[in-house]
């Protein structure tokens, strides 16, 4: 068995991109099978280098490994092959129709209620026809003739479809500059690699019906490949993703400091039966189902990320995260404040507080009491049973009970409403930092 991800390199990888991504690697892992990553760069103008480097990257980031890859721009000798196989068993023929021709042409056939598709006009062109329009300095572009079956399709995620080739026109494969279209390059690619499984979006669908007949007509077997084709996945507003608009690239989440287990777990079951779960790619593999995945778009949505982002942190050891926490950070830094982040980059704002310098928001009508316990602050050293005694000793001086005795002290001390557990922050900033926090507060 062999999936293969084949994006090409125009751009960074979004969220969309990724599912797919991550959705062929499980599938490969979970049945033994191996994963391909093509880089699908024939489209010379809009490929670039950098985002092939940025693809690696990022899947590695994401802990996607690939046991091979390779280049579509490198085989460029294998699609010239097959263009002379189809074009020696009559199925590519040569075309010369402009844009205009063929816009003027749909336009009769629509006010004739007929079909909008290719009249196939350049098959029946004779080769005097031919070398005339040649002679007049024309190039040809080559179409596949497609076969007048239906071919029937049996999707793991869309279910069962029958594509009718007769109400589709002849594709064109070989442009008149010689380049390969991707729709060829594609089906040589998986018949000569050994491709089994074809999971990729939504968008692709359309294809398959063509991608099978040429695979017929290049000597594969019917029903070699299984196919699945995943929904698209839109963004918050219901709009497409584009991987020229960056915001939701993996690149940009993992600036926002989310972390690669959420993203991957958060994707791997987006739109399917199954509830989005922080789990490690293996076991998120041994139990992933392509055909639990709904027919339905899905929606990304970020609230359910950073979600499920707060329990990834919450679970992760100090060895795991240290490289990524504020310099000096402590295990026990961490340890008190990780049930408490969305993203890691929230983390600097909780250093500061216990390490570092914040402003206090001065309270109203709270002066006088934060200076009261100031006076009842103990002395050093600390520890997690510090700020039960002070609070009850503040409690039993002033009378003060609930909340209205602990919300002006956390307050003054973090700068926010809630937060970490103050028992375990309270030793962190040590009393020279409460006593000057609640002195500023107090003002
Ligand atoms: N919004 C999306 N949701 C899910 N899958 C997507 C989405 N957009 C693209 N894909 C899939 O990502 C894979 C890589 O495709 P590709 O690199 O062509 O992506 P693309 O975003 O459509 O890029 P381009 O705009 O450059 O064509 C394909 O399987 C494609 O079906």
Redesign the pocket.
């Given at each position: 068995m062999k999936l293969r991800?084949?994006?090409?390199p125009?751009?960074l990888?979004?969220v969309?991109?990724a599912?797919?991504?991550i959705a062929n690697a499980l599938y490969a892992r979970r049945h033994g099978g191996t994963f391909q990553l093509r880089i699908?760069d024939t489209d010379r103008e809009?490929s670039r280098d950098e985002y092939v480097d940025a693809l690696h990257t990022d899947l590695a980031w994401l802990g996607i490994t690939w046991d091979e890859t390779f280049r579509q721009s490198d085989r460029l000798d294998r699609y010239a092959a097959a263009i002379e196989t189809l074009k020696a068993s009559g199925r590519l023929y040569p075309c010369f129709e402009s844009e205009q021709e063929l816009a003027s042409k749909r336009e009769a056939r629509i006010r004739m209620r007929k079909p909008p598709i290719y009249d196939r006009a350049m098959l029946r062109m004779t080769a005097e026809q031919r070398a005339q329009a040649e002679a007049n300095g024309k190039v040809p572009y080559w179409r596949f003739r497609l076969s007048d079956q239906d071919r029937g399709v049996d999707d793991m995620v869309m279910g069962r479809s029958q594509v009718k080739l007769q109400s589709i026109s002849d594709p064109v494969l070989v442009r008149a500059d010689g380049t390969v279209l991707y729709t060829l390059a594609s089906v040589v690619d998986d018949m000569e690699t050994g491709v089994t499984h074809v999971l990729?979006?939504?968008?692709?669908l359309t294809n398959t019906g063509v991608q099978i007949d040429i695979a017929e007509a290049l000597g594969g077997k019917v029903g070699q490949f299984a196919f699945a084709h995943?929904?698209?996945?839109?963004d918050e507003a219901g709009g497409?993703?584009?991987?020229?608009f960056d915001g939701l690239s993996i690149r940009a989440l993992r600036q926002d400091g989310i972390d690669p287990v959420a993203i991957v777990s958060y994707l791997a079951r987006l739109g399917s039966a199954d509830d989005p779960a922080p789990l490690s790619f293996d076991d998120l593999a041994a139990s992933y189902d392509v055909r639990r995945v709904s027919r339905s778009a899905a929606r990304f949505d970020m609230r359910q990320l950073l979600a499920l982002n707060r329990r990834v942190m919450h679970q992760m050891p100090f060895g795991a995260i240290r490289d990524r926490l504020p310099e000096g950070a402590t295990e026990a830094f961490w340890m008190a404040v990780r049930g408490n982040v969305d993203m890691v980059s929230e983390l600097r704002h909780w250093w500061d507080v216990v390490g570092g310098v914040i402003v206090p928001p001065v309270q109203d009508d709270e002066g006088a009491y934060l200076l009261q316990a100031l006076a009842l602050l103990p002395p050093e050293p600390w520890d997690a049973q510090t700020w039960k005694d002070w609070t009850t000793a503040v409690r039993d001086a002033t009378g003060r009970s609930g909340k209205s005795v602990f919300h002006p002290l956390r307050v003054a001390l973090t700068g926010e409403e809630e937060g970490p557990e103050m028992r375990d922050l309270l030793p962190l900033m040590g009393h020279d930092r409460v006593a000057e926090r609640l002195r500023i507060a107090a003002r």
């Amino acid at each position: 068995m062999k999936l293969r991800f084949a994006p090409s390199p125009t751009g960074l990888i979004h969220v969309g991109n990724a599912r797919q991504a991550i959705a062929n690697a499980l599938y490969a892992r979970r049945h033994g099978g191996t994963f391909q990553l093509r880089i699908d760069d024939t489209d010379r103008e809009r490929s670039r280098d950098e985002y092939v480097d940025a693809l690696h990257t990022d899947l590695a980031w994401l802990g996607i490994t690939w046991d091979e890859t390779f280049r579509q721009s490198d085989r460029l000798d294998r699609y010239a092959a097959a263009i002379e196989t189809l074009k020696a068993s009559g199925r590519l023929y040569p075309c010369f129709e402009s844009e205009q021709e063929l816009a003027s042409k749909r336009e009769a056939r629509i006010r004739m209620r007929k079909p909008p598709i290719y009249d196939r006009a350049m098959l029946r062109m004779t080769a005097e026809q031919r070398a005339q329009a040649e002679a007049n300095g024309k190039v040809p572009y080559w179409r596949f003739r497609l076969s007048d079956q239906d071919r029937g399709v049996d999707d793991m995620v869309m279910g069962r479809s029958q594509v009718k080739l007769q109400s589709i026109s002849d594709p064109v494969l070989v442009r008149a500059d010689g380049t390969v279209l991707y729709t060829l390059a594609s089906v040589v690619d998986d018949m000569e690699t050994g491709v089994t499984h074809v999971l990729r979006g939504e968008d692709h669908l359309t294809n398959t019906g063509v991608q099978i007949d040429i695979a017929e007509a290049l000597g594969g077997k019917v029903g070699q490949f299984a196919f699945a084709h995943l929904p698209l996945l839109l963004d918050e507003a219901g709009g497409k993703l584009s991987k020229r608009f960056d915001g939701l690239s993996i690149r940009a989440l993992r600036q926002d400091g989310i972390d690669p287990v959420a993203i991957v777990s958060y994707l791997a079951r987006l739109g399917s039966a199954d509830d989005p779960a922080p789990l490690s790619f293996d076991d998120l593999a041994a139990s992933y189902d392509v055909r639990r995945v709904s027919r339905s778009a899905a929606r990304f949505d970020m609230r359910q990320l950073l979600a499920l982002n707060r329990r990834v942190m919450h679970q992760m050891p100090f060895g795991a995260i240290r490289d990524r926490l504020p310099e000096g950070a402590t295990e026990a830094f961490w340890m008190a404040v990780r049930g408490n982040v969305d993203m890691v980059s929230e983390l600097r704002h909780w250093w500061d507080v216990v390490g570092g310098v914040i402003v206090p928001p001065v309270q109203d009508d709270e002066g006088a009491y934060l200076l009261q316990a100031l006076a009842l602050l103990p002395p050093e050293p600390w520890d997690a049973q510090t700020w039960k005694d002070w609070t009850t000793a503040v409690r039993d001086a002033t009378g003060r009970s609930g909340k209205s005795v602990f919300h002006p002290l956390r307050v003054a001390l973090t700068g926010e409403e809630e937060g970490p557990e103050m028992r375990d922050l309270l030793p962190l900033m040590g009393h020279d930092r409460v006593a000057e926090r609640l002195r500023i507060a107090a003002r």
